[in-house]
């Protein structure tokens, strides 16, 4: 297991999720550490949880109360740069829309890294593996390779929006199948909670989120064998795509 460097961290990362709060519960952890290393981090948040809980809200009060949360969130990991695709929450389909969608972005933020959710259905943790989540996963994949690099693919972002390709050297995927990165957020997990407890929507049921996140990181810098180097960690699949 690579653990990264922060001293060699990437210029320009994008994040893709489905929803506000994906990121915080995920790796805003390593945002953190990212940004402390000078990176550029941009969100890219496909929903604005709108389908979510409180169910007694209005749709509309929810949906701009939880894009401000994840806006505030953003904020306690150095991310000012938070963008809502407005996609329908609880209907993301790895369609061509949501993959020209992703792939605008890309091609507007020309990331040298972009972090997405994980592709792979888990049956021992079956919240994570939300259909919005999976189809999300999927089509972020697709856009980094082939269609945000391709002239020929979605040509109204070139043609129309003057949107040239752009090609992303790396994904890094949370939690993927076969996690082989790292990265170290012992310094940032005040940060991280802060970033969590600003969804106040969402976690009530968590009665301390530092405490909590605490142990979910450090349990899997013990899972990965990496506790002697780092006591707590977040974890992805790198995959190289140049």
Not at 169 to 197: R, T
Not at 225 to 241: R, S
């Amino acid at each position: 297991m690579e653990l990264l460097d922060v001293g060699s961290a990437p210029d320009r990362v994008l994040v893709v999720v489905a929803h506000p709060d994906d990121i915080d519960f995920g790796i805003a952890g390593s945002a953190a550490a990212l940004t402390a290393a000078g990176s550029t981090v941009i969100y890219a948040i496909c929903t604005s949880g709108e389908a979510g809980i409180p169910e007694e809200m209005d749709r509309a009060e929810l949906k701009a109360l939880r894009e401000a949360e994840q806006r505030t969130a953003a904020a306690a990991v150095g991310v000012s740069d938070v963008r809502f695709l407005g996609m329908p929450d609880g209907h993301l389909q790895p369609d061509l829309d949501l993959r020209k969608a992703i792939s605008r972005v890309i091609r507007q933020t020309k990331p040298d890294v972009v972090i997405s959710q994980s592709p792979e259905r888990r049956y021992d943790r079956i919240f994570a593996s939300h259909p919005d989540h999976l189809a999300t996963a999927e089509a972020t994949i697709a856009a980094v390779y082939p269609d945000a690099r391709n002239p020929h693919a979605h040509v109204g972002l070139l043609d129309d929006e003057g949107l040239a390709p752009h090609a992303v050297a790396q994904i890094w995927i949370g939690n993927g199948p076969q996690p082989n990165l790292a990265v170290n957020i012992s310094d940032h997990l005040a940060a991280k909670a802060q970033a969590l407890s600003s969804h106040t929507s969402q976690v009530a049921w968590i009665k301390d989120v530092e405490a909590v996140i605490t142990q979910w990181a450090s349990e899997t810098a013990e899972r990965h064998g990496i506790a002697d180097d780092a006591a707590h960690v977040e974890v992805f699949q790198k995959v190289n795509c140049s």
